[in-house]
């Protein structure tokens, strides 16, 4: 999905810092490190418990996009183990190519349900002054001129759209 998602082992004792690219900064003072650095440094720890839930507010906040792949990698392994990750993001494109539900609030719950639906409704989206999320946008526009059949999913990524242009 969100380029080539690397391979995540969940076991040893630096497998967080491993998964998130990190084992580097294992002996480094947090100080000396940059706030992508530190931020992925405190993803770690939380991740390195095992938690029923992971709680994270903008975790692609100062990453770069490899940055992102692998946290989105590692959140899949930690789904996979049983961790159920909740990230509160305006990040629509994270949203809707990764996550299964999507919650919308804007002083309130304006909408939830299935990511896809959620972030299709462009009406919805506006009002709680977020930018229409890339696939839906894309989706509608091909539906508009054919060349994707109605009943086809909205692409994700980039890279689905190339799939699609390419078949």
Not at 50 to 65: K, S, Y
Request: glycine share 8%; net charge negative; hydrophobic share 45%.
């Amino acid at each position: 999905m969100w380029g080539r998602p690397r391979r995540v082992r969940t076991c040893g004792p630096y497998w967080a810092l491993d998964a998130l690219g990190i084992t580097a900064f294992a002996d480094r003072l947090t100080h000396l490190l940059s706030y992508g650095q530190r931020k992925r440094v405190v993803l770690a720890g939380a991740m390195a418990m095992f938690p029923d839930v992971l709680i994270l507010d903008e975790p692609t906040a100062g990453l770069d996009p490899a940055g992102v792949v692998d946290l989105v990698s590692t959140l899949d392994a930690l789904r996979s183990r049983g961790t159920t990750p909740v990230v509160s993001t305006h990040d629509v494109d994270l949203v809707h190519g990764w996550a299964d539900r999507a919650l919308v609030l804007d002083r309130t719950v304006l909408a939830a349900g299935p990511a896809g639906e959620v972030l299709g409704d462009a009406d919805l989206l506006a009002r709680a002054r977020l930018r229409p999320a890339w696939g839906p946008l894309v989706g509608r526009a091909l539906r508009a001129h054919g060349l994707l059949p109605a009943d086809a999913a909205d692409p994700a990524p980039p890279e689905d759209l190339a799939r699609l242009l390419d078949t």
